[in-house]
């Protein structure tokens, strides 16, 4: 098992900065990727983006050029670095990490973009 702890949401101003992170405790050895997926109200939980082991990092064409997704050289902590927030990435956003096909989530923190 695999568990996952968020932190880091907040509320912030449009064009302001937010920094995510999720440490992953338990069966932590070999995680083969880790990354992020957000829930708007009333809307799906959509991928935001993702690290997989020894590979680069992948985004949705949303966060591209704006949010920078990375791992710890441990491989047990990912975070989420985001510039330029907009109103529109306002969500509850998840970490996600996947072991021998199982996926496990966490909690979620909620990320609040407004004037």
């Known amino acids: 098992q695999v568990q996952l702890v968020e932190s880091g949401g907040g509320l912030v101003q449009p064009g302001g900065s937010l920094r995510l992170s999720c440490a992953a405790t338990g069966s932590i050895l070999a995680i083969d990727s880790m990354g992020w997926y957000r829930q708007a109200p009333g809307k799906e939980r959509d991928w935001v983006a993702s690290?997989?082991?020894?590979?680069?990092?992948i985004y949705a064409d949303s966060v591209k050029g704006r949010f920078t997704v990375s791992r710890d050289g441990a491989e047990t902590t990912v975070s989420l670095q985001m510039n330029s927030l907009k109103v529109e990435d306002t969500a509850v956003y998840y970490c996600r990490a996947v072991k021998n096909g199982v996926a496990y989530w966490g909690q979620g923190t909620q990320v609040t973009v407004s004037s």
């Open positions: 690290v997989a082991r020894g590979r680069g990092s």
